[in-house]
């Protein structure tokens, strides 16, 4: 007899962890199947997140801001450091062990709130409707056992999107797993692809002294940014750490000869170009992961780009079973995989109890979004384009960090914080932010958003001094034109 569960969930990336570890503690007994293995051919939960995404982009990032502040910023301060250099090795070193620590932690936490953990491919087989419980096949390298639950919750996440003519290899040509991997700086490094990921992994080895020129189709640039952000942001990048970044490009070819890799494309004036680089990185977005999951047998259903269909509540269509994070629409990020993740599990305990009052959902317009470039990036909320778009009169306050005592200690004062409000009532639309730290000062904001303040709300909070959140205080401040200090 196989086991049965109340719940399965078939991933274990920052949705499908956080969802078991939710479930588990409203006294569902949860399973967790995920089939990532680490380069060493152990089990390693935590999704693309933890393992080559999220987590271990930001430790090399830090890394290669400490060099680049010892090179190019520390001598302002009265430093002096010299015959400065880069151990790349001992660098990945200290990566790897930062995503060890955590992968093994989420297994402890598994172990702590009594979540079944197996390893291997989950498959959604077929449901006894007189048992109310799914079948789920799991495969670990061919040894396959199938379990039943009554709930399935599918978070099986994304894959980097293919470039048909440029397979990845991850030697020469490279996709996200590959580009936090090197054991040397690269000379020249080509990416495709000005996303999160793109900017993120060029600013890091760009950091470390290559020469990087990123190549990106859309006619613009960060086009799902505020364009003010955008243009901000180009420019910074241009002069402050010398990311090459071309728009409007169209990819023809890419060629590997020895150790070099030569990208032809044409560029925003249909102009041929060759572009010769000693690593390429890919980075042209990520598709849904729906690999194995058995969708032609089970009917799981699927729109036309590959995302599981679901309504608000995350459930699709067939019976008690969910899917959250990559997988569905929205945006493609790892707090919004969590939030679901959460809502599912307490939507899954109202249905055991029978009860029938409608749960929250998450609001997608009061997701944060952030490029931990630097500077940061972040943003909440619609920008100026959309709201002109969508006919809303709006109005802006504006603020730079120059303006800002804490950035002027700290020596960055390049960006802005603007706030966006409705003109009517005040209610605040949208904040965009592009400076130091953003990452965490947007929080604020979210929060802000989240219980519908205004920007005279924010204006008479009394904000720490000096530090930098006063860049958002004083933005606030700035949609009734009364900004304090410019």
């Given at each position: 007899m196989s086991e049965t569960f109340d719940v399965a969930v078939i991933g274990a990336g920052p949705g499908g962890y956080v969802a078991a570890i939710r479930c588990a503690q409203l006294g569902l007994n949860t399973v967790c199947i995920d089939e990532w293995k680490n380069p060493k051919g152990k089990a390693s939960l935590g999704g693309t997140c933890l393992n080559v995404g999220c987590i271990p982009s930001k430790a090399l990032l830090e890394s290669s801001e400490n060099?680049?502040?010892i090179q190019h910023k520390v001598s302002?301060?009265?430093?002096?450091?010299?015959?400065?250099?880069?151990?790349?090795?001992?660098?990945?070193?200290?990566?790897?062990?930062?995503v060890t620590m955590f992968t093994t932690g989420i297994a402890s936490l598994f172990k702590k709130n009594k979540v079944k953990s197996m390893h291997g491919r989950g498959t959604l087989l077929k449901r006894d409707a007189s048992a109310n419980t799914w079948q789920i096949k799991v495969d670990d390298n061919g040894t396959a056992e199938t379990i039943q639950a009554k709930h399935v919750i599918?978070?099986?996440?994304?894959?980097?999107?293919?470039?048909?003519?440029?397979?990845?290899?991850?030697?020469?040509?490279?996709d996200n797993a590959g580009a936090l991997a090197l054991t040397e700086v690269p000379k020249r490094l080509g990416v495709i692809g000005a996303g999160v990921i793109g900017l993120e992994m060029g600013s890091v080895w760009r950091r470390l002294g290559a020469e990087v020129t990123i190549l990106e189709a859309m006619p613009g640039f960060l086009m799902a940014a505020?364009?003010?952000i955008a243009k901000e942001a180009k420019s910074i990048f241009a002069k402050e750490t010398g990311l090459q970044i071309n728009t409007g490009v169209n990819i023809k070819s890419v060629k590997v000869t020895g150790d070099t890799v030569t990208v032809g494309y044409s560029d925003s004036n249909n102009q041929e170009q060759i572009l010769e680089v000693d690593k390429l990185i890919v980075a042209i977005g990520r598709i849904p992961n729906t690999a194995g999951l058995g969708v032609q047998e089970n009917g799981l259903q699927v729109d036309e780009r590959g995302f599981v269909v679901v309504d608000q509540y995350c459930r699709t269509n067939l019976a008690n079973v969910y899917a959250v994070g990559d997988v569905v629409r929205g945006p493609m990020l790892a707090h919004k995989a969590s939030e679901e993740g959460v809502a599912v599990a307490e939507m899954i305990q109202h249905v055991e109890k029978g009860q029938t009052d409608e749960l929250e959902t998450v609001d997608f317009n009061t997701v944060p979004w952030v490029i931990y470039t630097a500077p940061e990036i972040?943003?909440?909320?619609?920008?100026?384009?959309?709201?002109?778009?969508?006919?809303?009169a709006y109005k802006a306050g504006q603020f730079p960090f120059i303006a800002n005592g804490r950035a002027r200690a700290m020596g960055e004062i390049s960006g802005f914080i603007k706030v966006l409000a409705d003109e009517k009532t005040d209610r605040v639309l949208g904040v965009h932010m592009i400076g130091p730290h953003v990452s965490e000062l947007i929080s604020e904001a979210v929060m802000?958003?989240?219980?519908?303040?205004?920007?005279?709300?924010?204006?008479?909070i009394v904000h720490a001094h000096p530090s930098l959140s006063e860049v958002f205080h004083e933005a606030a401040l700035g949609v009734d034109k009364r900004a304090l200090h410019i």
């Open positions: 060099y680049f502040q302002a301060h009265g430093i002096t450091a010299e015959n400065v250099s880069v151990d790349v090795p001992v660098m990945i070193a200290r990566k790897d062990k930062i599918v978070a099986t996440g994304s894959v980097p999107r293919p470039l048909p003519f440029a397979e990845v290899d991850n030697v020469m040509i490279l505020d364009e003010q972040a943003w909440v909320g619609k920008n100026e384009q959309e709201l002109r778009a969508a006919g809303i802000a958003m989240k219980f519908s303040a205004s920007s005279e709300d924010i204006a008479c």
